[in-house]
């Protein structure tokens, strides 16, 4: 796509804050007012498009997809958002261990066991945890809490979380993450232990590096959208 504007930068609005380009509000693809909640967030937005050159890729900016996607998708199915999330704790990456080799079992415990432990404080959430493939069956109650823990956030905390739940495979990290009890960089790492093992002993081929250092990227940019979102 072509520029077609000047200038953009963070205004007031109702709500929060506007992206305006060339003094004009920016809308979303849906036609939408985009607003968010803090000013930080609109500015960091607004720089984005500053940056872009004149031939952009409306893609390449992560944070702008991210406001969108909270404006015209998650407050419009908000609930069913946070159902699909709280369910992710049903499969959640910690609760599934290996049952050999025994040096692979001792790295899931070691990265793994301290946020079973952690969202069980937090959340009064007891995870049942597994070894092998067979899905393991939560208490009934698992579900229900983290559902609870998710609904206070606002539609631009869960487009984020989304997008981290998915990259990490894991409810209980991304909030970890998101809460400052785990930095980023030890997070994806705790993801990747089954990954790395492997790597360890075959190799990695080129695909799967190129995959993972796209969802490496897409978490620290949707990290820094929930950081902007806090001021």
């Known amino acids: 796509m072509k520029r077609f504007w000047k200038q953009a930068e963070a205004v007031p609005a109702e709500g929060g804050f506007a992206i305006a380009l060339d003094g004009k509000p920016m809308r979303t693809p849906a036609k939408r007012p985009l607003v968010v909640t803090t000013r930080a967030l609109a500015e960091a937005i607004a720089g984005e498009w500053n940056e872009q050159p004149a031939d952009f890729n409306p893609e390449t900016m992560a944070l702008t997809r991210f406001a969108n996607t909270a404006v015209d998708r998650v407050a419009d199915l908000r609930a069913e958002v946070v159902a699909e999330l709280a369910n992710w704790a049903g499969t959640d ?28 404080r937090r959340f009064d959430v007891e995870l049942a945890v597994t070894a092998g493939l067979m899905p393991v069956r939560q208490p009934e109650t698992v579900v229900g809490r983290m559902a609870a823990a998710l609904e206070h956030r606002g539609d631009a905390d869960l487009a984020a979380l989304h997008t981290m739940v998915g990259i990490l495979g894991s409810l209980v990290l991304a909030l970890a993450v998101a809460e400052g009890e785990i930095a980023l960089e030890a997070a994806w790492k705790a993801s990747r232990v089954d990954d790395d093992y492997q790597i360890e002993k075959w190799g990695e081929d080129a695909e799967a590096a190129d995959r993972a250092a796209r969802q490496r990227a897409d978490l620290g940019h949707a990290h820094r959208f929930l950081g902007l979102l806090a001021g």
């Open 93 to 120: 990456l910690v609760c599934y261990r290996a049952t050999e080799p025994d040096d692979l079992i001792a790295r899931q415990a070691e990265a793994w066991d301290p946020w079973v432990d952690w969202v069980r």
